[in-house]
């Protein structure tokens, strides 16, 4: 996804059945308009990847998985992996904070999900962020350092192309107390920074950065218009069909007011 579009991704957790699921996006569709500048990606749950498939209007939504296992095949009761989700999704969510710190996923393995992803054409979102005794302690650039050098191990700059980071400070996801811009931009700034330093500035500029942690309709376009972000991944509002149209709507006219 170039960079001079926005990345909306509705994450929907896990809510809904296949059902409401369906109803949602029929929802979404008559309250939403398909713009160009926005790149609008449904993360519902693994059952409802299939039947939405067929139901969307691929032009206008895209679909991403919430999680994925790193191995193609094998004896891995539960898991679903990158191999089996190819050509179902386009996009994967890796190392979500709720995977880290409710499922003790590691940097290691969150690097072999990214690297998964990449080596069968899925686009990673990397999720990073420090939790509150991390910021109340400045160790948020140290976090955000770690959480990128080990989710971005042997990963290419070529491969890079393919590569989405969310900043969601840990203490900002589904707590209503959400991050200032101005703390969201020096973390994207902090973020493109040490992805130059790894591959190099042209891949830092054009590598997508969104911010995640209790958006609205009513923050939303704060963050669209803060320097340094691509885009918002929404958790909570996403499960609101006119609050997440409205959030669709002001990436549009956050990006049409630039020109
Ligand atoms: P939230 O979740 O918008 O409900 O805070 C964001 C996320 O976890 O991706």
């Known amino acids: 996804m170039a960079v001079g579009k926005h990345l909306i991704i509705a994450n929907w957790k896990m809510n809904l059945t296949i059902h409401e699921g369906s109803l949602l996006v029929h929802r979404l569709d008559e309250s939403s308009k398909n713009h160009r500048n926005v790149e609008v990606v449904l993360a519902p749950g693994f059952l409802s990847l299939q039947s939405l498939s067929l139901q969307i209007d691929h032009a206008k939504y895209k679909l991403a998985a919430q999680n994925c296992y790193w191995r193609d095949e094998g004896a891995f009761t539960g898991e679903v992996s990158v191999h089996q989700l190819r050509g179902l999704v386009d996009y994967v969510l890796v190392g979500h904070s709720e995977r880290r710190h409710i499922f003790n996923e590691r940097g290691r393995e969150i690097g072999r999900k990214?690297?998964?992803?990449?080596?069968?054409?899925?686009?990673?979102?990397?999720?990073?962020?420090?939790?509150?005794?991390?910021?109340?302690?400045?160790e948020t650039n140290d976090v955000l350092h770690d959480q990128l050098v080990s989710g971005l191990a042997n990963v290419t700059s070529e491969d890079m192309k393919h590569v989405v980071?969310?900043?969601?400070?840990?203490?900002?996801?589904?707590?209503?107390?959400?991050?200032?811009p101005q703390d969201v931009e020096r973390a994207a700034e902090m973020i493109r920074r040490q992805i130059r330093h790894m591959f190099g500035k042209t891949v830092a500029d054009e590598t997508p950065i969104l911010y995640g942690g209790s958006v609205t309709s009513d923050n939303a376009r704060a963050y669209l218009d803060t320097q340094g972000v691509n885009g918002l991944l929404v958790g909570g509002a996403s499960l609101h069909p006119e609050q997440f149209a409205n959030i669709i709507a002001h990436a549009h006219k956050s990006l049409t007011a630039k020109k």
């Not at 707590?175 to 200032?180: E, F, H």
């Open 114 to 138: 990214v690297q998964a992803a990449v080596r069968h054409e899925l686009k990673p979102v990397l999720c990073v962020g420090e939790t509150a005794m991390e910021r109340q302690d400045s």
């Open 165 to 180: 980071i969310a900043y969601e400070p840990v203490w900002a996801i589904g707590t209503g107390s959400n991050a200032i």
